[in-house]
Nanobody, 119 residues
């Protein structure tokens, strides 16, 4: 069973940077559309950034110019580089992968990693 594992979260001061990583145990990232989502307390889960199999990317307006999503296929890893962090970026960040194989649509989530931006 494919599992996604996020890492790299933590406590950072406003204006600081973090790099989140998401690794997959089943080498599915190469053929999957992958996204980073986040959920703050009391809020719905929202898309932060996504990258397609063709390396197309899209970002939430709130993070454009500050966050960058990338993939490293050789390591089955997706990254989210987060710069100029703001307190409102505080949330649990989740990795999501979606792909189709043999006519079945797969949609799997990691368990999340906490990001806290505070002075």
């Amino acid at each position: 069973q494919v599992q996604l594992v996020e890492s790299g979260g933590g406590l950072v001061q406003p204006g600081g940077s973090l790099r989140l990583s998401c690794s997959d145990s089943g080498s599915v990232f190469r053929g999957a559309n992958v996204g980073w989502y986040r959920q703050a307390p009391g809020n719905q889960r929202e898309l932060v950034a996504a990258i397609t199999t063709n390396e197309g990317t899209n970002y939430a307006d709130t993070v454009k110019g500050r966050f960058t999503i990338s993939r490293e296929n050789g390591k089955n890893t997706i990254y989210l580089q987060m710069n100029s962090l703001k307190p409102e970026d505080t949330a649990v960040y989740y990795c999501n992968a979606r792909w189709t194989a043999l006519g079945y649509d797969y949609n799997i989530w990691g368990r999340g990693t906490q990001v806290t931006v505070s002075s």
